[in-house]
């Protein structure tokens, strides 16, 4: 069975930054890509990032590209997610979430992936 398990939200000010990371047991981290959702109040859930197993790439939403950056360490079973220069409108509870694969043209699509996180929140707010 595989789980993932979200870490590292909290609340920052506008400009600041802060690492979410995602850790997945059950199965090796390198058979997956792995997938980073937002969901704010009232909206529906928002594909971000795609972080590729060694056979696909690395994409991004336009709305977080040049600001987040998605890693992962294989060795630690642990995907990151380095958001910097946060916004208000970055608000929201952030998921990972796990696919055999990832494109470019489809990333955002929920049902492409089989197993999610339970998310953790993140509050940007002065």
């Known amino acids: 069975q595989v789980q993932l398990v979200e870490s590292g939200g909290g609340l920052v000010q506008p400009g600041e930054s802060l690492k979410l990371g995602c850790t997945l047991s059950?199965?090796?981290?390198?058979?997956?890509?792995v997938g980073w959702f937002r969901q704010a109040p009232g909206k529906e859930r928002e594909g971000i990032a795609c972080s590729g197993s060694s056979t696909s790439g690395t994409y991004y939403a336009d709305s977080v590209k040049d600001r987040f950056e998605t890693s992962r360490d294989d060795a630690q079973s642990t995907v990151y997610l380095q958001m910097n220069s946060l916004k208000p409108e970055d608000t929201g509870v952030y998921y990972c979430?796990?696919?055999?694969?990832?494109?470019?043209?489809?990333?955002?699509?929920?049902?492409?992936?089989?197993?999610w996180g339970q998310g953790t929140q993140v509050t940007v707010s002065s």
């Open positions: 979430a796990a696919a055999t694969q990832c494109y470019r043209g489809s990333f955002y699509y929920p049902q492409d992936y089989d197993y």
């Open positions: 059950g199965y090796p981290l390198d058979y997956w890509a």
